[in-house]
């Protein structure tokens, strides 16, 4: 693995012709909040290189997009429970341009028995997406992977990023999970604008 300006970058062996590059997402510092509500806001945040990542909240649900993009032109898209995103995203890349994303969604499922959200009832769902670019500037979920039911989660997001989020067409295509879904892994929203 190698580090170059903080960024850290290895070939993968699901897809040799891509690497992978990591940035942290923390919306306190690297975001600049333009709109906001009582119950969330949207953001447009420091990604990778010159492709920003646009972030919205609301109602406790969150939704991400990559890359070069209208800030509100786009679906909603995020899950049908409460959720948060994690704080690293993998931009997975070609030739030093992203073409995906994979992040880390935390979905909070209700345990049946007392009704609570426990660590044991939280989901966690790989999320691959497509990245924005200034000839398509648009970006959607391309594929999920429920991360606490695959053995080899990050490998196999990696695998689908590869086949689905190059040609995936916003939109159109629909997004659908990859591997084995257990339980906790949430119920995927699209909702128009």
């Not at 997009?65 to 890349?93: C, K, M, P, Y």
């Not at 959200?117 to 999920?144: K, M, R």
Request: aromatic share 10%; with cysteine.
């Amino acid at each position: 693995m190698a580090v170059l300006a903080g960024f850290c970058m290895f070939s993968s062996t699901a897809n040799a012709a891509s690497d992978s590059t990591y940035t942290k997402l923390d919306l306190d510092q690297d975001c600049e909040f333009y709109s906001s509500h009582e119950q969330g806001g949207s953001a447009e945040c420091t990604g990778y290189n010159e492709f920003p990542v646009f972030f919205a909240e609301g109602d406790l649900r969150q939704m991400v997009r990559f890359g070069h993009v209208a800030r509100e032109t786009q679906q909603w898209e995020s899950f049908a429970q409460f959720n948060r995103i994690n704080d690293t995203i993998e931009w997975r890349l070609e030739g030093g341009e992203p073409y995906a994303t994979i992040l880390r969604w935390f979905i909070e499922g209700a345990d049946p028995e007392t009704g609570e959200v426990t660590n044991a009832s939280t989901g966690q769902v790989l999320v691959i997406s497509t990245v924005g670019t200034s000839a398509n500037p648009v970006s959607c979920i391309a594929g999920y992977v429920d991360a606490r039911a695959n053995k080899d989660a990050n490998v196999l997001a990696r695998q689908v990023a590869g086949t689905n989020a190059r040609d995936f067409e916003c939109g159109i295509d629909l997004p659908d999970f990859h591997g084995k879904r257990g339980p906790w892994s949430g119920d995927p929203s699209i909702l128009a604008n």
